[in-house]
C-alpha cells in the first residue's frame, strides 16, 4: 500500500528534546513498514499536508503527528481533517484525542464514569479560591500539555504560596487553565494496549524506575527533566512491574475498561499511580501514544519479544482491520 507516516518536522524552540524525538520515530515507523512491503512516504503536518497527500496518492495514513503548523492544540484536528478528507488513518479520531490531549475534560470523563482519579479543581486564576476539599501536597499541571511539557520538580506543592506562583506561571507561560490535582504518594504503572473493540492485546505492565534519581524528595514525580533530559541526574526509565496477580489483573480490567470508554482506537495507555495500599488512581489517558526509547509502550513491547517493526506492524494490522480492509490488501505482520 502507499502509505504516509504523518509527523512533524523539527522547529527550534525549548522543547527541541520532543521535536527531535518525533522525527526519529516517524523514520523507524517509515522503515518498519517498508520492511513489510509497503511503499512509504514522510508527510509533514503543515499547511501542505492534504496537497501532499494527493500528490503522493497516499492510501492510508500512519499518524504519529502531535502538532498541526507547529500548534500542538490542533493534533485533534489534523484527525478530524483526515475523516472529513476521508482518508484512512492509524490511531484514534478527533474526539478521542481532544479528550485525551485535554486534562480537564478526561478528569471530568473519568469522574463521571466513576473510575479513581485524584480529586481536582481547575483555576483559570491564581486569585481563585481553593476548594477545602483537596490536601496538600498538590500537583499542578497545564491543562493541554503533552509529554510533560510544563511540569517540573516545582510542579509539587505544599502550601498556599507555592500552589499560587505555580498557578499563575502555567496561566501566563501557556495561557491556559491549570489543573491542580491532590497528589498521591506511590508508584507510576503504565499500562499499554493494542486492538481494538473486544480484540485487545495488553502489554506487560511498565513501573516508572525512580532508583536512580538524585532528587532527595520522597514525592519524585516523572518530569520533564526524567523523561526528556539524558544528562540529567535525575533522568528516569521502565522496568517491568513486580505486582501480585490480583493488583495486575485490577489494573489491567480498568485500564480496558477507560480504553474503552475514550473509544480508543488501534492503540493507547493508561497511567496509574498506585499507593502503597494497591489502591489505584488514573492519572493520565494517552491516545497515540508514543514509539520512542522514552515511552513505555516500546520499552513493554520488547519486553516480550516484539521488535520495532512487529509492534508498528501489529498496530498498523489494528487500523486496516478496523477499516475491514481485505487481507489480500493488507500485508500480515508474521509471514
Known amino acids: ?21 518525533l522525527m526519529e520515530m516517524a523514520n523507524k515507523i517509515k522503515k518498519s513498514l517498508e520492511n513489510n512491503g509497503h511503499e512509504v512516504s514522510l508527510i509533514n503536518a503543515d499547511k501542505n499536508l492534504f496537497k501532499n497527500l494527493n500528490k503522493k496518492n497516499i492510501e492510508f495514513v500512519f499518524n504519529v503527528c502531535e502538532r498541526f503548523n507547529g500548534n500542538s492544540l490542533f493534533e485533534p484536528h489534523v484527525a478530524a481533517m483526515l ?66 511539557i510544563g511540569i517540573t520538580k516545582d510542579a509539587v506543592v505544599y502550601d498556599e504560596k ?22 498521591i504518594k506511590g508508584i507510576d504503572v503504565e499500562v499499554g494496549i493494542i486492538g481494538n473493540g473486544d480484540d485487545l492485546f495488553i502489554l506487560p505492565l511498565a513501573k516508572v524506575n ?32 513486580d505486582l501480585s496477580e490480583e493488583v495486575e489483573e485490577k489494573l489491567k480490567r480498568l485500564a480496558v475498561k477507560i480504553y474503552k470508554i ?25 491516545a497515540n501514544p508514543g514509539l520512542s526509547k522514552v515511552c513505555s509502550t516500546l520499552e513493554s513491547a520488547e519486553w ?27 500485508i500480515k505482520i508474521y509471514p
Open 83 to 148: 475523516e472529513l478528507f476521508g482518508v484512512s488513518f492509524t490511531g484514534s479520531d478527533y474526539v478521542a484525542l481532544s479528550e485525551c490531549n485535554n486534562k480537564i475534560k478526561t478528569k471530568e470523563i473519568l469522574t463521571v464514569n466513576l473510575m479513581p482519579t485524584p480529586k481536582y479543581h481547575v483555576f483559570c486564576s491564581p486569585d481563585e479560591k481553593l476548594n477545602p476539599g483537596l490536601k496538600f501536597p498538590l500537583i499542578v499541571k497545564p491543562k493541554q500539555q503533552e509529554n510533560s
Open 1 to 21: 500500500m502507499k502509505t504516509g507516516v504523518l509527523y512533524n518536522t523539527i522547529k527550534s524552540s525549548e522543547t527541541r528534546e520532543v521535536e527531535e524525538d
Open 304 to 330: 516480550i519479544g516484539l521488535s520495532y517493526r512487529e509492534l508498528v506492524n501489529k498496530i498498523f494490522e489494528s487500523a486496516l482491520n478496523r477499516y475491514d480492509i481485505s487481507k489480500e490488501e493488507a
Open 210 to 241: 525512580y532508583e536512580n534519581l538524585s532528587d532527595a524528595d520522597e514525592n519524585k514525580i516523572f518530569c520533564y527533566e526524567s523523561k526528556w533530559d539524558l544528562k540529567s541526574k535525575n533522568y528516569g526509565d521502565y522496568v517491568k512491574a
Open 162 to 183: 507555592s500552589l499560587r506562583e505555580r498557578i499563575k506561571y502555567v496561566n501566563d507561560e501557556f495561557k491556559e487553565e491549570a489543573l491542580v490535582e491532590e497528589f
Open 262 to 286: 475514550f473509544n480508543i482506537k488501534d492503540y493507547g495507555r493508561i497511567d496509574f499511580r498506585l499507593t502503597e495500599n494497591n489502591e489505584p488512581y488514573v492519572i493520565e489517558v494517552t
